[in-house]
């Protein structure tokens, strides 16, 4: 499967931004999503995860309460909603998927074999 994430750009502290992650090439109901970033000088980190369905999702606690992960799978998307945004958001998003038909969401990007480019996101102080 192919990813391709978008949505990226530059907001101010306490703004909103709204990533997408569009799948092609395979059946992207059969796979869980996973948002991950890195920030400049950081390691890779987990953001936010969901399952195949949509039924079951993950967050890392850092971002719960402000970033909701959806997904439409008649359009082969996933969304991450993110609000209240803070200057420690600032990175690079990535997403991913891993071939799943479980409930399970999981958030070791060690258990993701896709991965789409990245989208830079800037939130000023």
């Known amino acids: 499967v192919q990813l391709q994430a978008s949505g990226g750009g530059l907001v101010q502290t306490g703004g909103s931004l709204r990533l997408s992650c569009a799948a092609s090439?395979?059946?992207?109901?059969?796979?869980?999503v996973g948002w991950f970033r890195q920030a400049p000088g950081k390691e890779r980190e987990f953001v936010a995860s969901?399952?195949?369905?949509?039924?079951?999702?993950l967050y890392t606690d850092s971002v719960k309460g402000r970033f909701t992960i959806s997904r439409d799978n008649t359009n082969d998307t996933v969304t991450l909603q993110m609000n209240s945004l803070k200057p420690e958001d600032t990175a690079v998003y990535y997403c991913?998927?891993?071939?799943?038909?479980?409930?399970?969401?999981?958030?070791?990007?060690?258990?993701?074999?896709?991965w789409g480019q990245g989208t830079l996101v800037t939130v000023s102080s």
């Open positions: 991913a998927a891993r071939f799943s038909k479980s409930g399970q969401v999981v958030g070791g990007a060690r258990y993701y074999p896709y």
């Open positions: 090439g395979r059946t992207f109901i059969s796979y869980a």
């Open positions: 969901i399952n195949w369905s949509g039924g079951n999702s």
